[in-house]
Each structure stands twice: as C-alpha cells, then as structure tokens.
C-alpha cells in the first residue's frame, strides 16, 4: 500500500555531512508525523528528530544543533541533513511516516529499509 525509499547513506568521514532523503508513495490520502530513527549494532531503534506536517520539530538531544529535518509535503519527502558527523552517529538510519490512506481509516505508522551511515577515517 505505502512505501518508503530511503537515500543518501554512505560512509563519511568525522565532520563531515550527510543529507538523507525518504519518499513516500502508494496508496496516500494523508501524512501526519514523519521522521528519522536510527538502530547501531546491539542497540535499540532511537528517535533521531521528527517533524509534523505543520512543520513543527523534535530532536534528540544528542543531534541538537548538527541535524536538521524538514519535509516537502507535495512531493511527501522528509531530509536529514547531518553536518558534522561523529563516529557515534553511524547507524542505519530509519525513515517512518504516519501514514492515514484513505478518509476515515485510522494511521498507521510505516517504516522504510533503512539506509546505512557510518562516520569513520
């Protein structure tokens, strides 16, 4: 019904910038909150920064000031641009959307395939 694409991921070194994106497409009426997770090896899925249609955003406190998430809702896109990259940060980074399909019908949360970032010299 509703698929996620990630792109962007790759291998950067320390400092450096990243800008992942995710499109959503298929069986769409509306979006509410979109957003970025991230899993590294041996831990749990963290909520890196979210935003909401009406463009208001959240961040870990640990990306505060270096990741910047924003969305195009025409073209239902979410970006991560990630500057100033730390090896802590590589992970594979999770797209998730809150998808509502048609009138009436409840959300339902979608996620992409991940897209991998490590930050490595």
């Known amino acids: 019904q509703v698929q996620l694409v990630e792109s962007g991921g790759g291998l950067v070194q320390p400092g450096g910038s990243l800008r992942l994106s995710c499109a959503a497409s298929?069986?769409?009426?509306?979006?509410?909150?979109m957003g970025w997770y991230r899993q590294a090896p041996g831990k749990q899925r963290d909520l890196v920064a979210g935003i909401t249609s009406g463009g208001n955003t959240n961040y870990a406190d640990s990306v505060k000031g270096r990741f910047t998430i924003s969305r195009d809702n025409a073209k239902n896109t979410v970006y991560l641009q990630m500057n100033s990259l730390k090896p802590e940060d590589t992970a594979v980074y999770y797209c998730?959307?809150?998808?509502?399909?048609?009138?009436?019908?409840?959300?339902?949360?979608?996620w992409g395939q991940g897209t991998q970032v490590t930050v490595s010299s």
């Open positions: 998730n959307a809150v998808v509502t399909v048609a009138a009436g019908l409840r959300p339902y949360a979608y």
């Open positions: 298929g069986r769409i009426f509306s979006i509410s909150t």
